[in-house]
C-alpha cells in the first residue's frame, strides 16, 4: 500500500499560516497526492489535490517538492475551524481510486 | 455539505443481526466508496462500486457485501453483526476517475450490543 509519513500532532496559533508536511519518498512518478481533512464528529473532507506543479484553491494550497518525495499543505490563516485531523494519501493516476488513510496529522489551533 | 447523503445516521442494534446501511451519492457521480473507521483500526476502504459495478474491494468481511442500484445508490449490508463491527461507516462518491476527488457523507454510526 502506498505510504506517507506526516507528524501525529502540530498546533498553530490562530490567524497565523499552517505548514503541515508530508513524506512520501516513494511516491511514482504519476501517483497524485491528496490532502483530506477530518472535524471532529464529520465525514473526511477534500482540500486539495496535485501531480507535480503546486495548486491552490479556496480552502489551502500544495506546494510539492521538486522531486515529488514531499509535499507541505499550506493554510494561509488559520481558524478555530481548521482545527482537524488532515490526512495526506498517495492514489495512483489509474485503476484504484481508494484512499489508504494513515493516522494523519492532529492539527490544533490556538486562539 | 458534501452533497452525499447516509441514512441513518445512529443504528443500535445487537449481536447476530442484519442491518443495511444506504448512501446516495453527490449528483452525476458513478462511483461510490464505503469505508469504515474505528478506534483502533483508523479508516479503512472497504468497497468501491462504479456505475453498478464492484470495482475494487478493501478489508472488507464476508459478513458484509455492497450492492449499487441502477440509480447509483449503494447499501452496505452488514450481517451475523458482532460488537466489534460497531464503528462509524462512510460513504463517499467520486466521478471514479483516477486522480478525483472523493465526496463523503457524514456517516453512520453503528452500535451493536
Known amino acids: 500500500d502506498a505510504k506517507t509519513t506526516q507528524p501525529n500532532s502540530m498546533e498553530s496559533n490562530e490567524e497565523e499560516p499552517v505548514h503541515l508536511p508530508c513524506n512520501h519518498s516513494t511516491i511514482s512518478g504519476t501517483d497524485y497526492i491528496h490532502w483530506y481533512r477530518q472535524l471532529p464528529s464529520q465525514g473526511p473532507e477534500y482540500v486539495i489535490h496535485?501531480?507535480?506543479s503546486n495548486v491552490n484553491n479556496r480552502m489551502a494550497s500544495l506546494a510539492i517538492a521538486e522531486d515529488r518525495k514531499s509535499s507541505t499543505l499550506i493554510l494561509h490563516r488559520a481558524t478555530l475551524r481548521d482545527a482537524a485531523v488532515y490526512y495526506c494519501?498517495?492514489?495512483?493516476?489509474?485503476?484504484?481510486?481508494?484512499?489508504?488513510f494513515g493516522t494523519g496529522t492532529r492539527l490544533t489551533i490556538i486562539p | 455539505d458534501s452533497g452525499v447523503t447516509q441514512t441513518p445516521k445512529h443504528l443500535i442494534t445487537a449481536t447476530g443481526q442484519r442491518v443495511t446501511l444506504r448512501c446516495s451519492p453527490r449528483?452525476?457521480?458513478?462511483?461510490v466508496y464505503w469505508y469504515q473507521q474505528s478506534l483502533d483500526q483508523g479508516l479503512q476502504f472497504l468497497i468501491q462500486?462504479?456505475?453498478?459495478?464492484?470495482?475494487a474491494k478493501g478489508n472488507i468481511l464476508e459478513r458484509f457485501s455492497a450492492q449499487q442500484f441502477p440509480d447509483l445508490h449503494s447499501e452496505l449490508n452488514l450481517s451475523s453483526l458482532e460488537l466489534g463491527d460497531s464503528a462509524l461507516y462512510f460513504c463517499?462518491?467520486?466521478?471514479?476517475?483516477?486522480?478525483?476527488?472523493?465526496?463523503f457523507g457524514p456517516g453512520t454510526r453503528l452500535t451493536v450490543t
Open positions: 494519501i498517495r492514489t495512483p493516476n489509474f485503476g484504484n481510486e481508494k484512499l489508504t
Open positions: 496535485g501531480l507535480t
Open positions: 449528483s452525476g457521480d458513478l462511483s
Open positions: 462500486y462504479y456505475n453498478g459495478e464492484e470495482r
Open positions: 463517499a462518491s467520486s466521478r471514479g476517475l483516477a486522480g478525483a476527488e472523493q465526496y
